[in-house]
C-alpha cells in the first residue's frame, strides 16, 4: 500500500499538510474539518515528488529485473473513504467527474493522475522499459474519471468489492459507462 510504504503516518505529526484533509457535514454544517493520517493529499507536490522518488529508489535497487517481462509497482490507496477534501483536490476530482454530476468524489482521477506521471518520468529515463505502475479500482475510485487518458503503462486492477456476484461481471450491473454498479 501507497500509505505504508512511501509514506508513513509516523510522519503526521511533522506534515500534517501531506495527508488529507477530512470534512464532514451534518445537516449542511461542517462539524469536523481536520488533517487526518489515513490517506494521503494527492494534490500536495511534496507528496507527489516523496512517492517519485520512492518509486526510483525501487527502480535503482535489486528489486529491479530488467529481464523480467513485467515490472509492477502498485500505487494503491489505503482502506477506507478518508480521501481529501482540501480545495486543490476537490476541484481536481470534480473537473474529472460526469457532467450534471459534479461532486467532488471521483478520486480515481487522483490516483489515476499519479500513476500517470510517474509512469511518464519512469519511461522517460529510457532506463526501465518493463516496468508498469499500478493502481486499485476500489471503493471511491471505482468511477473512472471522464476525459483522462491512462498511460499505456498504467494498470488499473478492479478489486471486485462490491459487485454483483449473481451475474457475471461482463453482463447486467452496469451502468451507462460500462462501469459495475456498485449500489
Request: aromatic content about 10%.
Amino acid at each position: 500500500e501507497m500509505m505504508a510504504e512511501y509514506i508513513t503516518e509516523d510522519q503526521f505529526a511533522e506534515h500534517p499538510e501531506w495527508f488529507s484533509l477530512y470534512i464532514e457535514k451534518k445537516d449542511g454544517k461542517i462539524v469536523v474539518n481536520e488533517r487526518r493520517p489515513y490517506q494521503l493529499c494527492l494534490s500536495n507536490e511534496e507528496v507527489y515528488e516523496k512517492i517519485r522518488d520512492h518509486v526510483f529508489e525501487i527502480l535503482e535497487s535489486s528489486s529491479y529485473d530488467p529481464n523480467a517481462p513485467m515490472q509492477i509497482i502498485c500505487l494503491a490507496q489505503q482502506d477506507g473513504p478518508h480521501y481529501c477534501m482540501c480545495n486543490d483536490c476537490y476541484a481536481f476530482r470534480k473537473k474529472y467527474e460526469v457532467e450534471g454530476k459534479k461532486e467532488g468524489l471521483c478520486d480515481a482521477a487522483m490516483y489515476l493522475n499519479l500513476c500517470n506521471r510517474i509512469s511518464r518520468e519512469v519511461k522517460a529515463t529510457g532506463k526501465y522499459p518493463n516496468v508498469y505502475i499500478d493502481m486499485l479500482a476500489y471503493t471511491h475510485n471505482l468511477k473512472p474519471p471522464v476525459g483522462m487518458e491512462m498511460d499505456d503503462h498504467v494498470i488499473v486492477r478492479y478489486a471486485a468489492i462490491c459487485r454483483c456476484y449473481a451475474h457475471n461481471a461482463d453482463e447486467n450491473g452496469k451502468d451507462e459507462n460500462g462501469v459495475v454498479k456498485c449500489d
